[in-house]
T-cell receptor, first 108, second 114 residues
Framework: EDQVTQSPEALRLQEGESSSLNCSYT??????LFWYRQDPGKGPEFLFT???AGEEKEKERLKATLTKKESFLHITAPKPEDSATYLC?????????FGSGTKLNVKP | NAGVTQTPKFQVLKTGQSMTLQCAQD?????MSWYRQDPGMGLRLIHY???????DQGEVPNGYNVSRSTTEDFPLRLLSAAPSQTSVYFC?????????????FGEGSWLTVV
């Protein structure tokens, strides 16, 4: 069964304290792994797509990496504006499966 | 560029009432889908469509109907609302559901069934 698990459920960081979010997946035919950011009361906003193990993508303080079983979203020197829920999803043909997200809170 | 537009933003229904959540996209995307988001459950796929005239079920289709008469529109119908359908609903679209094409989301519709 296709499945996505994210950890931790919640993460509190001090401004400047780097950390990583984990996304473990089980999918029969991976077509892509996606990271989204979701702010309260808003729809998910696309961040990255990763297609193959070993691939990395960066955007400002965020860096996403992919292995055959999991993906990490590394946050370097986070700022309060990085506070949001980060969602991971996998694409298997015509279906997308989402994890339940990691709620990140960055304190000044 | 409007992207994916959902209406209404907020709705309160009584148990047993019916309603339609509207979704429209202006990106000429073939693939459209509906999700519901509940606390601790993440986004769960309700129904999806790979093109006009073609729809299929997702993980949680019971209690919901869809149709796709045009490329632009993909309405979600609740025929007889139940309190268990209280949730936030998101419509999303993509060029294709295959090959890792990114899906883009609307801003959500908050539905409360009392």
């Amino acid at each position: 069964e296709d499945q996505v698990t994210q950890s931790p459920e919640a993460l509190r960081l001090q401004e400047g304290e780097s950390s990583s979010l984990n996304c473990s997946y089980t999918v029969s035919g991976l077509r892509g792994l996606f990271w989204y950011r979701q702010d309260p009361g808003k729809g998910p906003e696309f961040l990255f797509t990763l297609y193959s193990a070993g691939e990395e993508k960066e955007k400002e303080r965020l860096k996403a990496t992919l292995t055959k079983k999991e993906s990490f979203l590394h946050i370097t020197a986070p700022k309060p504006e990085d506070s949001a829920t980060y969602l991971c999803a996998v694409n298997n043909f015509n279906k997308f499966y989402f994890g339940s997200g990691t709620k990140l809170n960055v304190k000044p | 560029n409007a992207g994916v537009t959902q209406t209404p933003k907020f709705q309160v229904l009584k148990t047993g009432q019916s309603m339609t959540l509207q979704c429209a996209q202006d990106m000429n995307h073939e693939y459209m889908s509906w999700y519901r988001q509940d606390p601790g459950m993440g986004l769960r796929l309700i129904h999806y469509s790979v093109g006009a005239g073609i729809t299929d079920q997702g993980e949680v289709p019971n209690g919901y109907n869809v149709s796709r008469s045009t490329t632009e529109d993909f309405p979600l119908r609740l025929l007889s609302a139940a309190p268990s359908q209280t949730s936030v609903y998101f419509c999303a679209s993509s060029y294709s559901g295959l090959n890792g094409n990114t899906i883009y989301f609307g801003e959500g519709s908050w539905l409360t069934v009392v």
